[in-house]
């Protein structure tokens, strides 16, 4: 996903005068780009419950998920965005809404269109996933978000199409263990949802309507979780810790271009501070922004971050949740191998390449 913006696909001249609104000048990076979200912290529940204390996760990840799929939503409904303007203050906040969408859309295609253009090699149903990356979380365990400090993790996730009992390995804060399944389930996890492995996300429709269909007739409910966002959050955990099939994942970001409330974030960081336009949408429940942090030169996924829009007994607006930043991401044979080291400037993935 490195092809530069000029010889990928684009919109029409008027969209692109749009979306050089959003472009901050490109920030000096020698570190390749890549993904994870809150993947982080459902991997990090699952890791050897029977003797290692879970660390605390942000605050959407404490609410208990719904294992069965939920009641496929109406496309109609879940993409109709309905704007009430009162006044003239309501109809510039509208107004300024709607300018956030059409950008958000414009990106999302330039997105998708690069990812589109990228080659990948197909990843072995015996091989792993590895991924590097610099993760900072909350502790809410005292009813305050109190961030902690940057830290190295990396994963290695099985790409066997299961169900597996063994899922990976994760090595954070010193230690290295074990990705279980979760509690209770005694014959292991298939992949899906919970377990994307490469296979398994080329299995999923490439038409960004019926992918859409499938996400919100599948995603999981979450406790007081509004739909949209969690189908939001779910795009992003599918386009995080794993090697995307490019048409899939063109697909995905079309597809999160057509959820109600996604919007543009033109000052995006992600957990290294590296600046890039974003693609965010506000949980309004919970008072959140969940934001995903693109290169603004490539348009290659850099990390994410989510943090407070509104204050509450948690802390103040603007408090830091989770962040990310991926540094490295590849494939190889076997739990705890590392690949070679990124080369500064070198393309996202070992398994990725520019075609042409």
Excluded: C
């Excluded at 913006?5 to 920030?27: D, H, I, K, M």
């Excluded at 296979?199 to 429709?205: D, E, V």
């Excluded at 859409?212 to 979450?222: D, E, F, V, W």
């Excluded at 607006?317 to 590849?330: N, P």
């Amino acid at each position: 996903m490195n092809d530069t913006t000029a010889s990928s696909p684009g919109p029409y001249p008027a969209e692109v005068r749009e979306l050089a609104l959003l472009l901050p000048p490109p920030a000096e990076r020698d570190l390749p780009p890549g993904r994870h979200l809150h993947h982080k912290d459902v991997l990090m529940r699952r890791v050897d419950h029977d003797t290692t204390p879970a660390p605390p996760s942000r605050r959407r990840l404490l609410r208990p998920a719904v294992l069965a799929p939920v009641t496929a939503l109406a496309l109609a409904g879940a993409l109709a965005v309905s704007l009430h303007p009162g006044g003239h203050g309501a109809a510039r906040e509208t107004a300024h809404g709607a300018a956030g969408t059409r950008q958000a859309t414009v990106l999302l295609g330039r997105i998708s269109d690069v990812a589109l253009a990228t080659d990948a090699v197909p990843v072995g149903d015996s091989q792993f996933v590895y991924v590097r990356s610099e993760v900072r979380g909350a502790d809410e365990t005292s009813g305050k978000a109190v961030t902690g400090p940057l830290t190295e993790r990396e994963v290695w996730l099985s790409q066997v199409p299961g169900p597996v009992r063994r899922l990976g390995l994760i090595r954070q804060d010193g230690a290295t263990e074990p990705i279980n399944p979760e509690l209770g389930d005694t014959h292991g996890t298939a992949a899906g949802l919970d377990r994307p492995t490469y296979r398994w996300l080329a299995s999923l429709p490439t038409d960004p309507g019926a992918l859409l269909r499938y996400l919100y007739a599948r995603t999981p409910a979450a406790y007081g979780l509004e739909r949209d966002q969690a189908v939001f959050d779910q795009i992003g955990d599918l386009i995080s810790e794993q090697v995307m099939p490019p048409a899939n994942a063109a697909a995905l970001y079309r597809a999160a271009a057509r959820i109600p409330g996604v919007t543009a974030a033109p000052r995006a960081t992600d957990a290294l501070g590296r600046h890039g336009v974003g693609i965010a949408r506000d949980d309004s429940a919970h008072g959140e922004r969940s934001e995903w942090v693109f290169d603004a030169r490539d348009l290659s996924f850099l990390g994410s971050r989510t943090y407070l829009t509104e204050d509450s007994t948690l802390g103040r607006a603007g408090t830091l949740l989770s962040s990310d930043a991926v540094q490295q991401r590849a494939v190889v044979d076997r739990a705890g191998e590392r690949p070679a080291p990124a080369r500064p400037s070198a393309a996202p993935s070992t398994t990725a390449r520019p075609r042409g």
